[in-house]
Structure formats: structure tokens, C-alpha cells
């Protein structure tokens, strides 16, 4: 477990002791999980202060057979129960400035990894948990594999 020190939002991280074998591109896989955190501090933003308790992000990442599995947990205002599933379709945002892009790219940058994402509810209580998956074995397809940054990599313990 790793706790990576924010001002207001504790955010901790949690993979397997054995390191997991994965191909692929270590600059979109880092954009889509950065994205993923920006949109659930926000999430947490959405909620009024005092009814904020301790605000929590928590990366968790597992092997499951053919998958890499990175769940990211957020204490925010939570997924919606209806049009949850439009949330992904570029320029859908609820945030004023925002440009509805981020879960839009996010999704292609996973399914290029044959894998996709869901939105899911904090089994924990309050707020989304979304779940992105990577096929663990080969190499990544699409536009991952045309870029120079696609690359065989070991998920850190
Ligand atoms: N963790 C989350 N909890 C609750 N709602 C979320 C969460 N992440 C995204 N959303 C909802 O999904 C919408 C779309 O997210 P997306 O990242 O595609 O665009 P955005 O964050 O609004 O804009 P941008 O990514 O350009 O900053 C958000 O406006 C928000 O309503
Ligand atoms: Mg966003």
C-alpha cells in the first residue's frame, strides 16, 4: 500500500506483492488513470464540504486470468443511475468548463488495449468506482502499438 500525500484527499494505492505481466503503452495507460483521478477529486469537489467526512481515492490494481484489472474508488457525488452509460460519449459533461472528453478517450485508450471500462458504484459507500480493464497477454492493438511508447511492462508491486 502506497499513500501519496494531497492536501485534502487521502490517496492510496494497492497492487499484488508479485509483480503482474502486462503489455502496454505506458504514456496512455498513465493518461487514462490520471484522468480517471482528476475526474474523481473533482467528483469529491461536487460534494458540499461538510458533508464530505474524509475524502478518499484508492487505486487498486489485480490480475484476473487474461486481464489487468485497476479499480479506482473516489468518495465523490457518485454515477448517476440514469444515462450513467452516456457519461462516455464524448463532449457529455455535467461540469461547467469541462469538455466531456476525458471518459470518451479513457474508453478508446482501453479498448485499444482490447480491454474497456465500466462505471460502477463505491461498493465502500459514497461516491463511483471505475473499473478499467487491459488484456494482460499480447500486445497492445490499434493506435497503442503504432507509438513509440508501447512497451512490455511490469505492473509495480
Ligand atoms: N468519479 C466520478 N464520479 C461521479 N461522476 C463522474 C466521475 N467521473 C466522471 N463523472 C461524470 O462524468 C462526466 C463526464 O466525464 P468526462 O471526464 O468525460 O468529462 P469532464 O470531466 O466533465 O470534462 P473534462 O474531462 O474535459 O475535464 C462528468 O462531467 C461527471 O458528471
Ligand atoms: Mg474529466
Known sequence: MMRIAHPDIAI?????DRPIDAAFDRRLLSQAVTNIIKNATEAIGAVPEAERGSPAIEVAVRQEEDEVIID????????????????????????????????????????????GIELLDNPAGRGGLVRMRIRRAGEPVGIASSLPHADRLRVPA
Open 72 to 115: 479506482v474508488s473516489d468518495t465523490g457525488k457518485g454515477f448517476p443511475a440514469e444515462g450513467r452509460q452516456r457519461l462516455l460519449e464524448p463532449y457529455m459533461t455535467t461540469r461547467e468548463g469541462g469538455t466531456g472528453l476525458g471518459l470518451a478517450i479513457v474508453g478508446k485508450i482501453l479498448e485499444d488495449h482490447g480491454g
Open 12 to 16: 492510496s494505492a494497492s497492487a499484488p
